[in-house]
């Protein structure tokens, strides 16, 4: 855990969130400023502060997140009617978090990025 990391915090239990999945690898919660209906946040346990972190001994890791959004679009009813996965890295990406984070949005006709 880094000390200073508000993610890290999240998934020690030291504030609080609105946990919807965690196993031993990723902890998913609902986003304190929702920009869709449903806006769920999906991270690993263990701290990397950019995509830039990856390691290629993280490639289980990448993979789990990605299964951990596909499922749960699934459950919360939104994987016919059509998703977004997003991870933004650092500051033009806008990246605001510095944990890793993969933004699973979707209950809404998403408009193109920008
Ligand atoms: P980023 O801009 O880094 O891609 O996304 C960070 C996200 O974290 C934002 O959508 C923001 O609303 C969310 N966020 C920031 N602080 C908290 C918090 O304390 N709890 C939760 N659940 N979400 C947070
Ligand atoms: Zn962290």
């Known amino acids: 855990m880094t000390t200073d990391c508000l993610f890290c915090k999240i ?6 969130a609105d946990i919807v999945y965690q196993d031993e690898h990723v902890v998913a919660f609902r986003d304190i400023s929702p ?10 346990r263990k701290h990397v502060s950019t995509i830039n972190g ?7 890791l990448a993979g789990h997140l990605v ?7 699934r459950e919360q009813g ?6 977004r996965l997003v991870m933004n890295c ?17 209950g809404r006709q998403l408009t193109v990025l920008g």
């Open 35 to 44: 920009q869709a209906p449903t806006h769920i946040l999906i991270i690993p």
């Open 78 to 83: 939104i994987d016919e009617s059509g998703f």
């Open 11 to 16: 998934v020690a239990g030291d504030i609080p």
């Open 54 to 60: 990856l390691e290629s001994t993280d490639q289980l």
């Open 90 to 106: 650092n500051q033009e990406g806008g990246q605001t978090v510095y944990h890793i984070h993969m933004h699973l949005m979707g």
């Open 67 to 73: 299964l951990t959004a596909q499922k749960l679009a």
